[in-house]
């Protein structure tokens, strides 16, 4: 703990904040005053008092006390000897309620004296040892242990402090997350780990300006803040952190190799008194490292649509108990028959205030949290059902519903889909889940076993936006799927691009040849359908041929074959 030039906690030296030495001087030239003037009070009182035994004999403790506080033991021994040999003279004793002789008020003086020394002795003691406890609290407030840096709480104060001596002056906060901490720590340790970070902000603080503050406010974030003026977050900070990456940063013969991600944030000077610009440069951070930007600033307006998102997430619990939200199915056309043989159920959220709200507005941000699973088996029930009343009324048409590695984490999805298929008597055939491909990418093997056991139930399986992610057809050829569906944005190009219409075709073929049904997907024009038709396409779906639609408008649609003509109506702008 003493490495660093901090020391145990309370055992450090003292730093004079104002003033210096002159103010340390005049300080103590106030209490000697203040010692002086409580003596002699003391005196006035019991020489007032006629001498007896009374409380004003007992004042003379008030300057020991003062004295053992500001100088302790030694000031209180001292102070004690000066106040008894002050008072005992005056002071008259009674035993036993005689009134004792002169020499034996002398000894009475002596008796006096050494116990008020006595006791400003132990009254000095008792007050270093309060401070040294104050110390360590103190030294826990402002200080982050592992490291012995300032914490988020020390990091304000030192601000405070500057902005004392310099107000009105602009900062720069940066936040310094390190992006590999979760492997430091398996690689190290708990302590390990917190050597790393000591010595990487123990190097920041070496070499960047002595202006600068640098701190911990997190387990894998430091801080930095200085006063507005060159660019710290690029031009000085990346190059002294290239170079502190392969320091050796633990115990001094083990190299550590640092990632980080430095997040930006311009302090207002009338703001010190708030952690917001600390948490926001925190938020940057953690945007710069989910983009891999190396550097990002705080945006209030992108992260003021992030707020806005947990707030929705707020609210998802109550909106799925009110019904709000529904379900439209955009119909999927078989390019052999020329008719709608299939739906896609997609949740939109019909709020009570925004309005209608597309998936892209809440889907994302429910698949982060748990709440995914009550989503899913909200759209999971809502389109078997719709999908067994289709049947009912003579169209045999399927359902595809999108999952999340959630869902296949989670261990219920596969108990769910039975208990509705049970329940509603709906083919499993008729029931097709989509998982997108990059989502597949991040999924363990271990948790596909619950989409290989409903596949084998007869549930078919799609594997969505084929082409956004970095999957092989070999590695799709292990997995549990019966469904290809090809991304839009891979589609969109291929009739003006002829690369891109020879890599199509690849990919049909050779979906073709591991037996998979091929789908394509966001098809808006004549152009697009024919040119799917012609590669071999089986499906198609797209604003071309329908939008999403309600149930109700659904259900023309399946009953014949499509004119070719165009979309038809769909429910909402934004659905």
Known sequence: MAAGGHGWPGTGQRSVRYGGLESLTRKRVTSFLLIALGLAVAVVLVVRDGGTPSAYAHFAYAPVALAAFRFRGLGGFVTGLLGGAAVGPVAELVVSGTMLTVPAQYVSW??????????????????????????????????????????????????????????????????????????LLATFGYEGSDQVVRGLGQQLRVKLPAEAIVGRTGNDELVVVEPVGPEIATTQLPPVLRELTGSSLYGGHIHAYVETALGVMRMRADAVDSEAPFVQAAVAAARAHEEGAGVAYYEEEREQVRRDGIHLLSELPGALEREEIVLVYQPKLCLQTGRFVGVEALARWQHPVRGWLAPGAFIPLVEQTGMIGALTAHVLERAIRQTRLWHDQGLAVSVSVNISTRNLTSGSLLQHITDLLEETGLAPEALELEITETALMDVYRAHLDQLARLREQG??????????????????????????????????????????RQILRRMIDMAKDLDLQVVGEGVED??????????????????????????????????????????????????
């Open 459 to 500: 549930v078919r399986v799609a594997i969505d936006d084929f082409g956004t992610g970095y999957a092989s057809l070999a590695y799709v050829r292990d997995l549990p799927l019966d469904t290809l569906k090809l991304d839009k944005s891979f589609i969109r190009s291929a009739p003006e691009q002829r690369r891109e």
């Open 110 to 183: 002596s008796v006096r004296a050494s116990w008020m020394a006595v006791i400003g002795v132990t009254l000095g003691h008792l007050f270093e040892h309060a401070r040294r406890q104050a110390g360590i609290l103190d030294w826990y407030r402002f200080t982050d242990r592992g490291t012995e840096l300032p914490n988020l709480v020390g990091v304000r104060r030192q601000l405070a402090l500057r902005l004392e001596e310099a107000p009105g002056v602009e900062r720069i906060v940066v936040v310094v997350k390190i992006t590999n901490y979760d492997h």
């Open 526 to 575: 004549a152009e697009t359908l024919a040119l799917l038709m012609e590669l071999g396409v089986d499906q198609a779906q797209g604003y071309h041929m329908a939008y999403p639609l309600a149930a109700d408008d659904v259900r023309p649609l399946l009953l014949q074959s499509w004119s070719g003509s165009g979309p038809a109506q769909r429910i909402s702008p934004s659905t």
